[in-house]
């Protein structure tokens, strides 16, 4: 690597827990990653203060690597401070105010996506349409 710590933020609800094939993916991936110490995993999550214990314990039982979990309503203003370089997330409002420095992979899922039309869910908030 080139000297600079790759700091990654994952989210769990909607992202890690979305489906059996993304706790697998993610799985892989943090077993993969996390051995390097070039490489830092946060869990960043929106849960409620003081669950803390609760979320330790799922992911231990989904078998997720990481070196640190963070409780924020403020995931943005966290993501900018702790210069996360990468962030895995299935909401938009928590990477809308992210510049294009940071790496955003949104993971589908069935609070974000409609399976049947094909489409996306957004509001005016989040969303640009492009073909009017």
């Known amino acids: 690597m080139n000297n600079k710590k790759l700091k990654i933020s994952i989210d769990i609800d909607g992202t890690i827990n979305s489906s059996d094939t993304a706790i697998s993916f993610f799985q892989i991936m943090t077993h993969l990653l996390s051995p390097d110490p070039d490489i830092h995993i946060t869990i960043l999550t929106n849960r409620e ?5 609760q979320i330790s314990q799922e992911l ?15 995931k943005a203003d966290y993501i900018k401070k702790h210069r996360i370089s990468v962030v895995f997330e299935n909401e938009d409002e928590y990477f809308q105010s ?27 908030n989040t969303v640009e349409l492009i073909d009017e």
């Open 49 to 53: 203060p003081g669950t803390l214990e």
């Open 60 to 74: 231990a039982e989904m078998n997720i690597q990481y070196d640190k979990i963070v409780i924020t309503s403020d």
């Open 98 to 124: 992210l510049g294009p420095d940071i790496l955003v992979l949104k993971v589908r899922e069935r609070g974000n996506y409609n399976y049947m039309s094909g489409r996306w869910y957004g509001d005016r």
